[in-house]
Protein backbone atom coordinates (compact mmCIF):
# COMPACT_ATOMS: atom_id res chain seq x y z
CA UNK A 1 0.00 0.00 0.00
CA UNK A 2 1.30 4.16 -0.94
CA UNK A 3 2.49 5.36 2.31
CA UNK A 4 4.35 8.93 3.23
CA UNK A 5 7.77 8.12 4.87
CA UNK A 6 9.50 10.41 7.13
CA UNK A 7 12.81 9.53 7.74
CA UNK A 8 14.92 9.18 11.35
CA UNK A 9 17.91 8.46 13.00
CA UNK A 10 17.93 7.24 16.32
CA UNK A 11 20.72 8.42 18.31
CA UNK A 12 21.78 4.67 18.84
CA UNK A 13 22.87 4.96 15.36
CA UNK A 14 23.67 8.23 14.69
CA UNK A 15 27.30 7.93 14.89
CA UNK A 16 27.34 5.43 12.41
CA UNK A 17 25.19 7.06 10.12
CA UNK A 18 27.52 10.15 10.33
CA UNK A 19 30.76 7.89 9.54
CA UNK A 20 28.72 6.13 6.72
CA UNK A 21 28.27 9.95 5.02
CA UNK A 22 32.19 11.09 6.02
CA UNK A 23 30.82 13.15 8.37
CA UNK A 24 32.29 11.77 11.83
CA UNK A 25 35.71 13.65 11.36
CA UNK A 26 34.44 16.94 11.12
CA UNK A 27 31.64 16.30 14.10
CA UNK A 28 34.44 15.32 16.09
CA UNK A 29 37.24 18.09 15.68
CA UNK A 30 33.98 20.59 15.97
CA UNK A 31 33.99 21.61 12.01
CA UNK A 32 30.82 20.84 11.51
CA UNK A 33 28.65 23.49 11.41
CA UNK A 34 24.72 24.42 11.06
CA UNK A 35 23.46 25.17 7.62
CA UNK A 36 21.85 28.86 8.75
CA UNK A 37 23.37 29.94 11.89
CA UNK A 38 26.75 28.36 11.56
CA UNK A 39 26.90 27.82 14.72
CA UNK A 40 29.32 24.43 15.51
CA UNK A 41 27.15 21.02 15.45
CA UNK A 42 27.66 19.07 18.74
CA UNK A 43 25.79 16.28 20.00
CA UNK A 44 23.12 18.51 21.65
CA UNK A 45 22.46 20.67 18.94
CA UNK A 46 21.83 17.83 15.99
CA UNK A 47 18.51 18.73 14.64
CA UNK A 48 18.45 17.01 10.58
CA UNK A 49 20.54 16.45 8.17
CA UNK A 50 19.00 17.74 4.71
CA UNK A 51 20.59 17.45 1.12
CA UNK A 52 21.64 20.68 -0.55
CA UNK A 53 23.34 20.66 -3.91
CA UNK A 54 25.05 17.89 -4.03
CA UNK A 55 26.53 17.48 -0.25
CA UNK A 56 24.45 17.33 2.67
CA UNK A 57 24.00 19.54 5.44
CA UNK A 58 22.96 19.62 9.17
CA UNK A 59 21.19 21.71 10.83
CA UNK A 60 21.12 22.64 14.87
CA UNK A 61 18.09 22.65 17.01
CA UNK A 62 17.22 26.36 17.40
CA UNK A 63 14.00 27.64 16.34
CA UNK A 64 14.95 29.80 13.58
CA UNK A 65 16.89 27.34 11.95
CA UNK A 66 14.30 24.31 12.08
CA UNK A 67 11.96 26.72 10.40
CA UNK A 68 14.35 28.30 8.03
CA UNK A 69 15.86 24.30 6.88
CA UNK A 70 11.58 23.83 6.69
CA UNK A 71 11.27 26.99 4.24
CA UNK A 72 14.04 25.45 2.07
CA UNK A 73 12.62 22.00 1.94
CA UNK A 74 10.14 23.09 -1.29
CA UNK A 75 8.86 19.27 -2.01
CA UNK A 76 6.72 16.98 -0.53
CA UNK A 77 8.22 14.47 2.03
CA UNK A 78 9.15 11.48 0.07
CA UNK A 79 6.23 9.05 -0.87
CA UNK A 80 6.64 5.45 -1.81
CA UNK B 1 -22.47 -3.30 12.30
CA UNK B 2 -23.70 -1.94 16.10
CA UNK B 3 -21.84 -1.59 19.18
CA UNK B 4 -24.02 -4.96 20.76
CA UNK B 5 -23.27 -7.23 17.41
CA UNK B 6 -19.41 -6.42 17.77
CA UNK B 7 -19.65 -7.52 21.37
CA UNK B 8 -21.70 -10.96 20.02
CA UNK B 9 -18.77 -11.46 18.03
CA UNK B 10 -15.86 -10.90 20.65
CA UNK B 11 -17.72 -13.29 23.16
CA UNK B 12 -17.76 -15.73 20.26
CA UNK B 13 -14.46 -15.63 19.08
CA UNK B 14 -13.04 -15.31 23.24
CA UNK B 15 -15.09 -18.54 23.92
CA UNK B 16 -13.52 -20.11 20.64
CA UNK B 17 -10.47 -18.83 20.10
CA UNK B 18 -9.24 -17.21 23.08
CA UNK B 19 -7.72 -13.69 24.18
CA UNK B 20 -5.48 -13.86 21.36
CA UNK B 21 -8.09 -14.27 18.56
CA UNK B 22 -9.81 -11.40 20.23
CA UNK B 23 -6.38 -9.21 20.17
CA UNK B 24 -5.98 -10.50 16.20
CA UNK B 25 -9.27 -9.39 15.74
CA UNK B 26 -9.35 -5.74 17.21
CA UNK B 27 -5.41 -5.53 15.15
CA UNK B 28 -7.22 -5.97 12.45
CA UNK B 29 -10.34 -3.96 12.93
CA UNK B 30 -8.49 -0.94 14.14
CA UNK B 31 -4.68 -1.05 13.31
CA UNK B 32 -4.06 2.49 13.75
CA UNK B 33 -5.42 2.43 17.21
CA UNK B 34 -3.79 -0.64 18.03
CA UNK B 35 -0.63 0.72 16.77
CA UNK B 36 -1.17 3.62 18.97
CA UNK B 37 -1.94 1.83 22.04
CA UNK B 38 1.50 -0.36 21.22
CA UNK B 39 3.66 2.49 21.39
CA UNK B 40 1.79 3.83 24.87
CA UNK B 41 2.90 0.46 26.10
CA UNK B 42 6.52 0.59 25.09
CA UNK B 43 6.37 4.01 26.39
CA UNK B 44 4.99 3.41 29.89
CA UNK B 45 7.47 0.35 30.12
CA UNK B 46 10.27 2.71 28.98
CA UNK B 47 9.35 5.87 31.41
CA UNK B 48 9.30 3.20 34.31
CA UNK B 49 12.60 2.72 33.57
CA UNK B 50 12.61 -0.72 31.63
CA UNK B 51 16.57 -1.09 30.16
CA UNK B 52 15.52 -3.27 26.68
CA UNK B 53 17.90 -2.88 23.66
CA UNK B 54 15.69 -0.42 20.51
CA UNK B 55 13.04 0.22 23.27
CA UNK B 56 12.91 4.17 22.80
CA UNK B 57 13.40 3.61 19.10
CA UNK B 58 10.58 1.39 18.75
CA UNK B 59 8.19 3.30 21.07
CA UNK B 60 8.62 6.44 19.16
CA UNK B 61 7.75 5.26 16.04
CA UNK B 62 5.07 3.32 16.94
CA UNK B 63 3.49 6.14 18.41
CA UNK B 64 4.36 8.47 15.65
CA UNK B 65 3.29 6.47 13.27
CA UNK B 66 -0.38 5.45 15.65
CA UNK B 67 -1.24 8.91 16.64
CA UNK B 68 -0.69 10.28 13.02
CA UNK B 69 -2.42 7.46 11.41
CA UNK B 70 -5.60 7.22 13.77
CA UNK B 71 -5.78 10.91 13.42
CA UNK B 72 -5.90 10.46 9.63
CA UNK B 73 -8.00 8.20 9.31
CA UNK B 74 -10.39 9.76 11.47
CA UNK B 75 -9.99 13.20 9.72
CA UNK B 76 -8.94 13.20 6.75
CA UNK B 77 -10.62 9.85 5.36
CA UNK B 78 -12.91 11.93 2.83
CA UNK B 79 -10.20 13.94 1.32
CA UNK B 80 -8.24 12.60 -1.42
CA UNK B 81 -5.09 11.95 -2.34
CA UNK B 82 -1.42 12.16 -0.39
CA UNK B 83 -3.08 13.83 2.76
CA UNK B 84 -5.25 10.18 3.15
CA UNK B 85 -2.34 8.10 2.70
CA UNK B 86 -0.84 6.25 6.02
CA UNK B 87 2.49 7.63 6.67
CA UNK B 88 5.85 5.61 8.12
CA UNK B 89 8.71 6.21 10.18
CA UNK B 90 11.49 4.92 8.65
CA UNK B 91 15.01 4.53 10.28
CA UNK B 92 17.97 5.06 8.58
CA UNK B 93 21.24 3.99 9.80
CA UNK B 94 24.87 2.78 8.50
CA UNK B 95 23.47 -0.32 7.05
CA UNK B 96 20.69 0.86 5.33
CA UNK B 97 21.63 4.67 4.44
CA UNK B 98 24.28 5.97 2.10
CA UNK B 99 24.86 9.28 0.78
CA UNK B 100 23.93 8.57 -2.64
CA UNK B 101 20.57 7.76 -1.70
CA UNK B 102 20.01 10.62 0.31
CA UNK B 103 20.76 12.89 -2.33
CA UNK B 104 18.60 11.10 -5.04
CA UNK B 105 15.70 10.65 -2.53
CA UNK B 106 16.17 14.40 -1.34
CA UNK B 107 14.99 13.38 1.78
CA UNK B 108 15.01 15.27 5.11
CA UNK B 109 16.59 13.24 7.82
CA UNK B 110 15.59 13.86 11.52
CA UNK B 111 17.51 12.95 14.56
CA UNK B 112 15.23 11.24 17.10
CA UNK B 113 17.27 12.23 20.67
CA UNK B 114 16.87 8.99 23.20
CA UNK B 115 17.70 11.64 26.25
CA UNK B 116 14.37 13.55 26.09
CA UNK B 117 12.27 13.97 28.64
CA UNK B 118 10.24 15.86 26.98
CA UNK B 119 9.80 13.81 23.47
CA UNK B 120 10.53 16.81 21.70
CA UNK B 121 12.32 15.07 19.23
CA UNK B 122 8.77 13.43 18.56
CA UNK B 123 6.74 16.88 18.50
CA UNK B 124 9.39 17.97 15.83
CA UNK B 125 8.67 14.87 13.37
CA UNK B 126 4.86 15.73 14.15
CA UNK B 127 5.42 19.16 12.95
CA UNK B 128 7.80 18.52 10.21
CA UNK B 129 5.67 15.87 8.78
CA UNK B 130 2.41 17.94 8.75
CA UNK B 131 4.17 20.89 7.18
CA UNK B 132 5.30 18.67 4.43
CA UNK B 133 3.42 16.19 4.18
CA UNK B 134 -0.21 16.17 5.16
CA UNK B 135 -0.81 20.25 4.10
CA UNK B 136 1.91 20.37 1.54
CA UNK B 137 -0.64 19.96 -1.40
CA UNK B 138 -3.16 22.42 0.40
CA UNK B 139 -1.06 25.09 0.96
CA UNK B 140 0.06 25.28 -2.12
CA UNK B 141 -1.38 28.50 -3.32
CA UNK B 142 -2.05 30.14 0.24
CA UNK B 143 -0.59 33.17 2.57
CA UNK B 144 2.53 32.34 4.73
CA UNK B 145 -0.54 33.16 7.76
CA UNK B 146 -2.80 31.23 6.48
CA UNK B 147 -0.37 27.92 6.18
CA UNK B 148 0.68 28.51 9.30
CA UNK B 149 -2.51 28.75 11.20
CA UNK B 150 -3.81 25.58 9.31
CA UNK B 151 -0.54 23.90 10.31
CA UNK B 152 -0.50 24.93 14.08
CA UNK B 153 -3.94 23.72 14.04
CA UNK B 154 -3.55 20.65 12.88
CA UNK B 155 -0.63 19.22 14.65
CA UNK B 156 -2.27 20.94 17.94
CA UNK B 157 -4.87 18.44 17.10
CA UNK B 158 -3.01 15.25 16.85
CA UNK B 159 -0.60 16.32 20.16
CA UNK B 160 -3.74 16.78 22.08
CA UNK B 161 -3.89 13.15 23.14
CA UNK B 162 -0.32 12.90 24.18
CA UNK B 163 0.94 13.88 27.92
CA UNK B 164 1.04 16.79 29.32
CA UNK B 165 4.86 17.32 28.92
CA UNK B 166 4.57 16.88 25.51
CA UNK B 167 1.86 18.99 24.99
CA UNK B 168 3.31 21.78 26.75
CA UNK B 169 6.37 21.88 24.87
CA UNK B 170 4.14 21.94 21.55
CA UNK B 171 2.34 24.87 22.76
CA UNK B 172 5.83 26.62 24.11
CA UNK B 173 7.66 26.41 21.71
CA UNK B 174 5.50 26.02 18.50
CA UNK B 175 1.78 27.80 19.80
CA UNK B 176 2.45 31.00 21.71
CA UNK B 177 5.33 32.44 20.32
CA UNK B 178 2.58 32.97 17.40
CA UNK B 179 -0.24 33.69 19.32
CA UNK B 180 1.31 36.41 21.77
CA UNK B 181 2.36 38.48 19.11
CA UNK B 182 -1.23 38.99 18.30
CA UNK B 183 -0.07 38.97 14.25
CA UNK B 184 -2.74 37.93 11.58
CA UNK B 185 -1.26 34.04 11.71
CA UNK B 186 -3.07 34.48 15.60
CA UNK B 187 -6.28 35.73 14.22
CA UNK B 188 -6.34 33.53 11.67
CA UNK B 189 -5.08 30.24 14.23
CA UNK B 190 -8.50 31.40 16.64
CA UNK B 191 -11.03 31.65 14.10
CA UNK B 192 -9.75 28.06 12.42
CA UNK B 193 -9.86 26.75 15.81
CA UNK B 194 -13.88 28.21 15.74
CA UNK B 195 -14.88 26.29 12.51
CA UNK B 196 -12.85 23.18 13.53
CA UNK B 197 -15.33 23.67 17.21
CA UNK B 198 -17.78 23.42 14.69
CA UNK B 199 -17.00 20.64 12.47
CA UNK B 200 -16.32 22.35 9.12
CA UNK B 201 -12.20 22.89 9.24
CA UNK B 202 -11.95 19.23 7.42
CA UNK B 203 -14.58 18.68 5.95
CA UNK B 204 -14.73 21.64 4.32
CA UNK B 205 -12.22 24.35 4.61
CA UNK B 206 -9.09 21.81 4.59
CA UNK B 207 -10.99 19.36 1.83
CA UNK B 208 -11.32 22.99 -0.71
CA UNK B 209 -8.18 23.69 0.03
CA UNK B 210 -6.64 20.41 -1.54
CA UNK B 211 -9.03 21.05 -4.29
CA UNK B 212 -7.31 24.02 -4.62
CA UNK B 213 -3.88 22.78 -4.45
CA UNK B 214 -5.08 20.46 -7.01
CA UNK B 215 -5.74 23.36 -9.42
CA UNK B 216 -3.24 24.59 -11.98
CA UNK B 217 -3.82 28.16 -12.60
CA UNK B 218 -3.24 29.79 -16.15
CA UNK B 219 -2.96 33.03 -15.18
CA UNK B 220 -1.98 33.10 -11.46
CA UNK B 221 -2.89 35.80 -8.75
CA UNK B 222 -1.42 34.98 -5.53
CA UNK B 223 -3.32 37.97 -4.03
CA UNK B 224 -6.75 36.94 -4.82
CA UNK B 225 -6.51 33.78 -3.86
CA UNK B 226 -5.50 34.66 -0.65
CA UNK B 227 -8.26 37.15 -0.69
CA UNK B 228 -10.54 34.43 -1.40
CA UNK B 229 -9.06 32.07 0.98
CA UNK B 230 -9.77 34.60 3.97
CA UNK B 231 -13.51 35.50 2.47
CA UNK B 232 -13.97 31.69 3.10
CA UNK B 233 -12.46 31.54 6.43
CA UNK B 234 -15.24 34.54 7.63
CA UNK B 235 -17.90 33.20 6.03
CA UNK B 236 -17.53 30.03 7.65
CA UNK B 237 -16.44 31.83 10.98
CA UNK B 238 -19.86 33.74 10.47
CA UNK B 239 -21.83 30.81 9.54
CA UNK B 240 -20.58 29.22 12.74
CA UNK B 241 -21.81 31.97 15.18
CA UNK B 242 -24.97 32.99 13.78
CA UNK B 243 -27.94 33.21 15.08
CA UNK B 244 -31.32 31.19 13.89
CA UNK B 245 -33.83 33.37 12.53
CA UNK B 246 -30.81 36.26 12.08
CA UNK B 247 -30.56 37.53 8.84
CA UNK B 248 -26.91 39.37 9.64
CA UNK B 249 -24.97 37.07 6.82
CA UNK B 250 -25.29 36.34 3.11
CA UNK B 251 -26.63 33.00 2.09
CA UNK B 252 -23.50 31.82 0.17
CA UNK B 253 -20.15 33.08 -0.64
CA UNK B 254 -17.42 32.19 -3.88
CA UNK B 255 -14.15 32.85 -4.65
CA UNK B 256 -13.74 35.80 -7.26
CA UNK B 257 -10.93 33.63 -8.30
CA UNK B 258 -10.73 30.32 -6.78
CA UNK B 259 -13.33 28.06 -7.86
CA UNK B 260 -15.39 27.61 -5.06
CA UNK B 261 -18.60 28.43 -3.31
CA UNK B 262 -20.43 28.28 0.11
CA UNK B 263 -24.35 27.87 -0.43
CA UNK B 264 -26.47 27.58 3.32
CA UNK B 265 -29.64 25.90 2.38
CA UNK B 266 -31.07 27.12 5.07
CA UNK B 267 -34.84 29.48 5.29
CA UNK B 268 -37.14 26.99 6.26
CA UNK B 269 -40.24 29.53 4.70
CA UNK B 270 -38.70 28.98 1.39
CA UNK B 271 -37.92 25.55 1.22
CA UNK B 272 -41.12 25.09 2.17
CA UNK B 273 -42.76 27.01 0.02
CA UNK B 274 -40.37 26.36 -3.20
CA UNK B 275 -38.84 23.52 -1.93
CA UNK B 276 -34.69 22.85 -3.65
CA UNK B 277 -35.82 24.76 -7.03
CA UNK B 278 -34.31 28.64 -5.46
CA UNK B 279 -30.67 26.95 -4.95
CA UNK B 280 -30.78 24.88 -7.80
CA UNK B 281 -31.34 27.89 -9.90
CA UNK B 282 -28.79 29.64 -8.34
CA UNK B 283 -26.25 26.68 -9.08
CA UNK B 284 -27.14 26.79 -12.48
CA UNK B 285 -27.42 30.61 -13.49
CA UNK B 286 -25.13 31.80 -10.81
CA UNK B 287 -22.33 29.34 -9.96
CA UNK B 288 -22.01 27.01 -13.09
CA UNK B 289 -21.58 29.66 -16.14
CA UNK B 290 -18.89 31.51 -13.90
CA UNK B 291 -17.01 27.95 -13.61
CA UNK B 292 -17.40 27.32 -10.08
CA UNK B 293 -16.31 23.76 -9.52
CA UNK B 294 -16.85 22.76 -6.10
CA UNK B 295 -20.66 23.89 -4.10
CA UNK B 296 -20.63 22.69 -0.58
CA UNK B 297 -24.28 23.10 0.66
CA UNK B 298 -23.98 23.69 4.33
CA UNK B 299 -28.19 23.29 6.01
CA UNK B 300 -30.03 22.57 8.90
CA UNK B 301 -32.66 20.61 7.36
CA UNK B 302 -33.24 17.26 6.27
CA UNK B 303 -31.26 15.13 3.86
CA UNK B 304 -33.77 14.35 1.71
CA UNK B 305 -34.12 18.79 1.27
CA UNK B 306 -30.33 18.97 0.23
CA UNK B 307 -30.27 15.36 -1.84
CA UNK B 308 -33.42 17.24 -3.92
CA UNK B 309 -31.35 20.04 -4.60
CA UNK B 310 -27.90 17.91 -5.76
CA UNK B 311 -30.58 15.88 -8.06
CA UNK B 312 -31.70 19.13 -10.26
CA UNK B 313 -28.05 20.23 -10.77
CA UNK B 314 -26.77 16.56 -11.21
CA UNK B 315 -26.24 16.78 -14.95
CA UNK B 316 -23.91 19.41 -14.43
CA UNK B 317 -22.36 18.63 -10.88
CA UNK B 318 -22.00 14.94 -9.42
CA UNK B 319 -22.37 14.49 -5.23
CA UNK B 320 -19.35 13.36 -3.69
CA UNK B 321 -21.17 12.61 -0.12
CA UNK B 322 -23.29 13.84 2.12
CA UNK B 323 -22.12 13.79 5.67
CA UNK B 324 -24.05 14.76 8.42
CA UNK B 325 -22.39 16.56 11.90
CA UNK B 326 -23.08 17.89 15.17
CA UNK B 327 -22.66 21.18 15.52
CA UNK B 328 -23.58 24.19 17.77
CA UNK B 329 -26.59 26.17 17.19
CA UNK B 330 -27.17 29.58 18.63
CA UNK B 331 -30.49 31.88 19.26
CA UNK B 332 -32.35 35.04 21.24
CA UNK B 333 -34.62 34.20 24.16
CA UNK B 334 -37.59 36.77 24.01
CA UNK B 335 -35.30 37.90 26.70
CA UNK B 336 -32.65 38.86 24.57
CA UNK B 337 -30.37 35.91 26.06
CA UNK B 338 -28.25 34.25 23.86
CA UNK B 339 -28.22 30.34 24.30
CA UNK B 340 -26.81 27.49 22.26
CA UNK B 341 -27.53 23.50 21.61
CA UNK B 342 -26.25 20.80 20.17
CA UNK B 343 -27.25 20.07 16.87
CA UNK B 344 -27.35 18.18 13.55
CA UNK B 345 -25.99 19.71 10.23
CA UNK B 346 -25.69 18.29 6.87
CA UNK B 347 -23.11 18.98 4.23
CA UNK B 348 -23.14 18.00 0.93
CA UNK B 349 -20.24 18.14 -1.77
CA UNK B 350 -20.99 18.92 -5.50
CA UNK B 351 -17.93 18.35 -7.69
CA UNK B 352 -18.40 19.78 -11.49
CA UNK B 353 -18.61 17.53 -14.24
CA UNK B 354 -16.00 17.88 -17.23
CA UNK B 355 -13.63 20.41 -15.28
CA UNK B 356 -10.96 22.05 -17.38
CA UNK B 357 -7.21 20.92 -16.50
CA UNK B 358 -6.19 24.63 -16.49
CA UNK B 359 -8.21 27.69 -15.04
CA UNK B 360 -8.64 30.81 -16.15
CA UNK B 361 -9.93 34.21 -14.67
CA UNK B 362 -13.02 34.33 -12.87
CA UNK B 363 -15.51 36.90 -11.63
CA UNK B 364 -17.92 36.54 -8.99
CA UNK B 365 -21.81 36.37 -9.67
CA UNK B 366 -23.57 39.57 -9.32
CA UNK B 367 -25.53 39.70 -6.70
CA UNK B 368 -29.23 40.07 -7.46
CA UNK B 369 -32.50 39.25 -6.54
CA UNK B 370 -32.23 35.66 -7.61
CA UNK B 371 -29.77 34.91 -4.78
CA UNK B 372 -31.10 32.21 -2.23
CA UNK B 373 -31.28 32.39 1.23
Known sequence: MAHSALRAVHDDDLVGL??????????????????????VISWDNLHALFPESGTIRVVCDKKDCRHRMVQKLDHNLQVS | MSGDDIVQVLKYLLSAGGPLAVLAVLIFLFPEQSQKWWGFFLRSLHN????????????TRHVFQGEVNSFIRSNCDTIPGVTAMPVKM????????????????????????????????????VCLYVEKCLLFKAKRYISEPQGKATELLVSMKILESEPLAIRDYFLEDHLHPILDKKTKTASLFSDLK???????????????????????????????????????????????????????????????????????????????VHGATPYANHIKNKLLPNGVNTVYLLSGTTPEQVQEVAKQVESDYETLGLESYTTTLYWRTSEGKRKSRKASNRMMVLRRKNRPLVETNYSAPDPDDSTPG
Request: glycine content about 4%; charged content about 35%.
Open chain 2, 48 to 59: HGVSVPGLHKAY
Open chain 2, 90 to 125: VYVDAATASKKAILQDNSVVIRIKKDDPRDKSFVHA
Open chain 2, 194 to 272: LIDNHNIFFRLYLRELNFLGESVFMDRRDQRIHDDVDRLIQFLKSFCLREIGSDDMDPYVAGTYCKFSVVIVGKKLKLD
Open chain 1, 18 to 39: LEKLDLKEQFDRGELRCRFCED
